[in-house]
């Protein structure tokens, strides 16, 4: 097999479709570099010091592991003196986190989730990183939340690094899906799955059981027929799996089909969902949807959804296309 590495990919990309531009392919290997320390980080464990939670709170008042801030601290000091960024705006801090000193003003917005499936970290379950790319709007002088404020479907790259058995980077900058395995030993991402896509049936499901008594009738009614199998209404066995970490539960959907939920419940009407718009929903809509996939709230198309704030959180149901047909439709019902 011919080795390609991420740069090499970049630039030919850059050659064939002219859809990427020097500064952004700059900045995904900024970003791709990034994800390879944080790679090192979790590799380490206890060994590293890096385990174990922290005092502190996010603010989604979320008790913060070592492992959020280190990532965190990585992906801003990289990209602070590495991409060609205006602004940051990262799960795990209140507001966004310009780039001082910078002229001319760099013409991107970067956004993340630098460390997902936190729960997973002390026990050795893959767990992963989640970006998104956005064009500054045109004109702005000082960053802004505002700013940010854009529907999914202006992102201009989206990916995600899975910590796992293998590090495996996974990218869209809107030409479909790709995904690069770290190659531990030259310390290069080489080129491994081109052209990722997600079947449009599947037997297998995704979504946290222990919820089920807060879910709403849509909800309940889609899983209990998933769950009837060959004997209910859909005719067919359902399969399950539920990993804690929605990096890791994509992969396996990019890879091998499947539906993965994340609804909104009847326990705290303020909050729709636990995952966010802009550090989760949304990179994870733009590439299932490169990759031939849907997603969508319930009730409309992720990627359309306009932000009202930056760590809105939505419900989110996404993946193989019939599945997510399926439950959307229940809902409209
Ligand atoms: O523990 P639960 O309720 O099953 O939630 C798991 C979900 O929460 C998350 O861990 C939230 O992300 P963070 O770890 O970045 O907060 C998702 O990765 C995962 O799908
Ligand atoms: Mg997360
Ligand atoms: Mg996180």
């Not at 013409?107 to 989730?113: C, G, I, K, P, T």
């Amino acid at each position: 097999m011919k080795r390609i590495s991420l740069t090499q990919y970049l630039v030919e990309e850059q050659r064939k479709h002219n859809s990427i531009p020097a500064e952004l392919r700059l900045l995904i290997e900024v970003v791709a570099r990034s994800c390879k320390t944080i790679s090192h980080s979790v590799g380490k464990g206890a060994l590293g010091d890096v385990l174990g939670a922290l005092e502190t709170e996010n603010v989604q008042g979320e008790v913060q592991k070592k492992l959020d801030v280190i990532s965190n601290e990585i992906l801003l000091e990289a990209n602070e003196w590495g991409g060609h960024l205006a602004a940051m705006a990262s799960e795990e801090m209140e507001t966004i986190h310009r780039i001082p000193n910078r002229y001319p003003m760099g013409e991107y917005l970067l956004v993340f989730d630098p460390l997902d499936g936190s729960s997973n970290i002390d026990v050795n379950v893959s767990i992963g990183t989640i970006f998104s790319v956005l064009k500054a709007p045109e004109g702005m002088k000082d960053p802004s939340e505002q700013d940010f404020l854009q529907p999914g479907s202006k992102q201009v790259a989206a990916g995600y690094a899975v910590y796992g058995p293998q590090t495996q980077l996974v990218l869209t900058t809107g030409n479909g899906v790709n995904c690069f395995t770290l190659d531990r030993e030259m310390g290069s991402w080489v080129l491994t799955q081109r052209g990722m896509q997600i079947p449009a049936a599947t037997k297998e499901f995704a979504i946290n059981m222990s919820n089920s008594r807060h879910w709403h009738a849509p909800v309940t009614r889609y899983i209990d027929e998933l769950l009837a199998g060959d004997t209910g209404p859909r005719g067919k066995n359902f399969n399950m799996r539920w990993i804690a970490s929605m990096v890791a539960d994509v992969h396996r959907i990019l890879n091998r089909g499947g539906v993965f939920m994340y609804p909104a419940d009847s326990r705290d009407p303020s909050q729709p969902g636990k995952l966010r718009l802009m550090y989760e929903a949304n990179p994870m809509a733009f590439i299932v949807e490169q990759a031939g996939g849907a997603a969508t709230d319930g009730k409309q198309r992720i990627l359309d959804i306009q932000p009202a704030k930056l760590h809105q959180r939505v419900p989110v149901f996404l993946g193989s296309r019939d599945e997510v047909a399926v439950v959307t439709g229940y809902h409209a019902e």
